[in-house]
């Protein structure tokens, strides 16, 4: 095949008269590029690390400690007190004359000094970012403190700093102490038990406190002394990666495309330029172009999670799963009709134009190739339980083809997905649309997606698009700011011609893709085959209901003088007792980034203020101790947020306190309660991290569905929304079949009925709209 022969440099036979050497120059060629490109992109992580190590200071900045030292010399003082002529004494070389000792030994004194000041103003800056007391304040009421802390933060923060530059100067994660941590549990469960369980659970943690707390906090804190974060390494090895149970539904969240609009109807189009755009955004983050996110536009986040959202794969143990990163990797690998294919991204140095990209997925489109013998549903072993997937791969693909080609996809720098379906809101604008699509993007058919990679990109028959991501390396807004970038830059920066295909040329001599190879034994289809069952009985139990909610948004919330998550949350609490009858242990996850490697802590949103709240709407109380005990709810649930993200959460640190005991062989009661608790009701909100890049003012309707994820207990729901513009908040819900007591559609009907009713609370003269329709719909679903 002619491919073949352009995958190597050289090819040589025997003959009577010696070896025939026949080299390839197109082959020679690619390699000369392919490593010019490599040692660049060496040159680059070299430079930006030097950059990001003296950052608050600059490189430069060395230079002019050493000339203004060597001035103050000149003048014949002597700025080091002593120092310069200490240094001169000990210096190695003693064949150069005196006046160039003094000028090496002032270069040494200017460089150390240099070096002294970076670690001066990273100390200063690191117990500026310590501060917090900023995030209490009422909005839009500073105090003097805080201003002038915000200008200290500025002048301490150098200018146009990389992706990375903050990272040393982040603070560490503070261990709360075990009495606070035990009181702020206390308080979040009140509501949720009577008098008699409460006293139980009081006296267990009373114990608990006085004496095994104290001996794990002393390991806890000797941790925090050691490790960047105390909490972060722990967390993924002991949340995400020794699960067992599967991860499609249970661990893996999705994202979607626009929800209007679809820039183009053709799926190879649209994998073009997304494709390009993805490998835009790769470039940029390993230039460290990417901005780093800083909150009020001056406190820095922790940026850590990007650095394995490319070239990243979950590899299955029998214990625990590990996440491997590779370097660079200049393919994807493409899935089709049950076929892998590898496709290059990269020719001769650069990345493929969009319309080449375009070219290429249209050639695996059209390649009728059947599958190999058990390739068609192959991605059901990641789809299945952990450890039969562990055995299958060290069985049946640890040598040979079989290895060569699962390495292919693992290392690829990501996956790529054709679906034959369409997906999306389709022409009837039937609600079911959506349900399909989340369903389709959190599970597809069990086997057609590699849910070890870290995303998975779906590209649909009618050209919507939409992300499956792993857990473990990172959370959702990580994935989130990726997804932004691509679909931003497919529509605004790329676009199509008037026929909807991309720009540019197309180089019709590029290599077609690969066709990976497998050699399936019977036995492998076998496992492949019980790894399916249990993957489609678990999707087949996901209830989704996806709906826009366009009465209002935040910015109506905002004129009520509440924060639009307190009010969402508080829809919540009274949408769930109104379907259940009662209150339940509610996780909203908030990010703790502002420390370094940080990544989550819980919200329990369900608290005393909030049940008082729901309770007396619910009884009838009047409209104004209502609306005063809603004000103290929503204000309570600011206050649980605020303390999350400072360090100051329940679950993280318990959960720590659980692990440390396990480590020392020891049982706490208190702990396997609190660790045992299911979450009934799991929500999170997806912000949205760069509205800068969409023109909703002139282009309104390119935005985003959002994205969610599965239930994370059996008897539960998983809520995710989204705020979008002013004036629209997209929700999904998801629950499970299996459970009789609940149902993702009738949910969202009291959600959006406690959403009015919040509104009509805060706000009288509001009117619901389609108020009878609305109730219509609540019967209809009920």
């Known amino acids: 095949m002619a491919e073949a022969h352009q995958a190597v440099a050289f090819q040589f036979t025997v003959t009577p008269d010696g070896i025939d050497l026949r080299l390839s120059h197109q082959a020679l060629s690619e390699i000369y590029l392919s490593g010019v490109r490599s040692w660049k992109k060496r040159i680059i992580r070299v430079k930006n690390r030097v950059i990001s190590g003296v950052y608050p ?15 103050t010399m000149y003048t014949r003082s002597d700025p080091s007190m002593g120092l310069i002529a200490k240094i001169q004494e000990h210096l190695p070389v003693s064949q150069i004359s005196t006046q160039c000792q003094a000028v090496v030994s002032a270069v040494v004194f200017s460089t150390m000094l240099w070096l002294l000041l970076i670690f001066t103003m990273r100390l200063c800056l690191k117990q500026l970012l ?46 709360p102490a075990v009495k606070d941590t035990v009181k702020r549990y206390l308080e979040s469960v009140r509501p949720l038990v009577d008098d008699a369980e409460y006293e139980r659970t009081n006296k267990l943690a009373a114990e608990f406190e006085s004496s095994l707390g104290k001996r794990l906090q002393w390991y806890l804190k000797l941790k925090a002394l050691w490790a960047s974060n105390y909490v972060s390494d722990w967390w993924e090895e002991y949340v995400y990666l020794r699960g067992r149970s599967p991860i499609m539904v249970n661990s893996n969240y999705y994202g979607m495309d626009f929800q209007y609009v679809t820039p183009t109807p053709i799926q190879a189009a649209r994998a073009g330029n997304t494709i390009h755009a993805f490998f835009l955004y790769r470039r940029k983050l390993n230039k460290e172009e990417i901005k780093p996110w800083l909150l009020r536009s001056a406190v820095p986040c922790c940026s850590y999670q990007f650095e394995r959202m490319f070239d990243t794969c ?34 001769a140095g650069r990345i493929l134009s969009p319309r080449e990209i375009e070219f290429q997925i249209q050639r695996i489109l059209d390649n009728s190739t059947p599958p190999s013998k058990g390739e068609a549903k192959l991605g059901a072993l990641t789809a299945g339980e952990r450890i039969a997937w562990a055995k299958a791969r060290q069985e049946y693909f640890s040598s040979g083809v079989n290895k060569r080609s699962l390495d292919c996809i693992e290392r690829a720098a990501f996956f790529v997905v054709l679906d034959d379906d369409e997906r999306g809101m389709m022409a009837d604008n039937s609600p079911e649309g959506l349900d399909r699509y989340a369903k389709s993007l959190l599970h597809g058919n069990c086997y057609d997606r590699w849910f070890d990679k870290s995303f998975t990109v779906v590209y649909y028959k009618n050209g919507k698009s939409g992300i499956n991501a792993e857990h473990s390396w990172a959370d959702a807004p990580v994935v989130a700011h990726v997804w932004e970038f691509v679909l931003a830059a497919d529509s605004f920066q790329l676009g199509y011609n008037e026929e909807g295909h991309c720009k540019g040329e197309v180089d019709l001599l590029l290599p077609p893709p690969q066709k990976l190879n497998w050699e399936i034994s019977s036995e492998c289809e076998e496992q492949i085959s019980r790894s399916l069952a249990v993957a489609q009985a678990l999707a087949d139990d996901v209830d989704f209901h996806v709906f826009s909610f366009r009465e209002f948004g935040k910015g109506k919330i905002k004129k009520c003088r509440v924060s639009p998550d307190a009010f969402v949350q508080m829809a919540l609490q009274l949408a769930y007792f109104r379907d259940r009858g009662t209150f339940c242990l509610t996780y909203e996850a908030s990010m703790t980034r502002l420390f370094r490697e940080g990544r989550t802590e819980t919200v329990r949103s369900c608290s005393s203020e909030s049940s008082a709240f729901v309770r007396a709407l619910e009884g009838g109380e009047p409209a104004d101790v209502c609306r005063r005990l809603f004000h103290g709810a929503s204000e309570k649930h600011q206050q ?25 062989g020891v049982d706490s009661p208190f702990l396997k309660e609190v660790l045992s608790e299911p979450w009934r009701l799991s929500t999170s ?23 969610g994820f599965g239930p994370v207990a059996d008897d539960g729901y998983g809520v995710s929304y989204m705020f979008l513009a002013e004036n629209l908040i997209n929700f999904h819900i998801s629950c499970k079949h299996s459970c009789s007591d609940t149902d993702a559609h009738v949910f969202g009907s009291k959600i959006r009925a406690a959403m009015h009713d919040l509104l009509h609370l805060l706000d009288p003269v509001y009117k619901e709209p389609n108020k009878e329709r609305s109730k219509a719909e609540v019967k209809k679903d009920k």
């Open 57 to 71: 200071a600059s490189p430069s900045s060395w230079l002019f400690v050493v000339i203004a030292i060597l001035a």
């Open 130 to 175: 310590s501060y917090h007391r900023w995030m209490f304040e009422q909005h839009g009421k500073m105090s003097t403190t805080t201003k002038i802390w915000v200008a200290l933060v500025r002048i301490f923060s150098g200018r146009k700093p990389l992706l990375y530059s903050y990272q040393g100067s982040l603070p560490n994660l503070p261990v």
């Open 314 to 347: 979950r590899i299955p143990g029998a214990l625990t799963d590990t996440v491997q990163h590779w370097e660079d990797s200049d393919y994807i690998v493409v899935y089709h009709k049950g076929r892998y294919f590898r496709l290059r991204v990269y020719q």
């Open 640 to 664: 649980l947020y605020r303390m999350a993200m400072t360090g100051a959460g329940i679950d993280r640190h318990l959960f720590c306190l659980y692990v440390v005991s396990k480590y020392l």
């Open 685 to 707: 909100q997806t912000p949205v991290q760069q509205a800068e890049l969409f023109d909703l003012v002139n282009y309104p309707e390119y935005i985003s569905c959002g994205g």
